[in-house]
């Protein structure tokens, strides 16, 4: 079992940027997919992208396409989400996620084991 702590999130204006963090122990971090969700109020957890365990990257469709960059480090255990130009619908309670093999990478039933998530609140 992989334990993961997230961090960074916070409030930010309209446009601006913030960086998430989601440090893993245990297990073989280097061999696992790392994937972001995100989930606001009254709505289904949501896919935002994720890094397969060779580092290359997978991203949601246009809603965060060319905004959010997703980043690993494997000697550290960590990867990281970049969020750039954020919008007021970018709020949301953003989640990390490991999954060992994935059929359905978009799902979030498909992945084992969760960070706690952190907030991301844009004002405009």
């Known amino acids: 079992q992989v334990q993961l702590v997230q961090s960074g999130g916070g409030l930010v204006q309209t446009g601006g940027s913030l960086t998430l963090s989601c440090a893993a122990s245990g297990g073989s971090f280097s061999t696992y997919i790392v994937g972001w969700f995100r989930q606001a109020p009254g709505k289904e957890r949501e896919f935002v992208g994720l890094?397969?365990?060779?580092?290359?990257?997978?991203y949601a469709d246009d809603s965060v396409k060319g905004r959010f960059t997703i980043s690993r480090d494997n000697a550290k255990n960590t990867v990281n989400l970049q969020m750039t130009s954020l919008k007021p619908a970018d709020t949301a309670l953003y989640l990390c996620?490991?999954?060992?093999?994935?059929?359905?990478?978009?799902?979030?039933?498909?992945?084992?084991?969760w960070g706690q998530g952190t907030q991301v609140t844009v004002s405009s």
């Open positions: 890094s397969w365990s060779d580092g290359t990257t997978a």
């Open positions: 996620a490991t999954a060992r093999r994935l059929s359905r990478f978009y799902e979030a039933d498909e992945y084992d084991d």
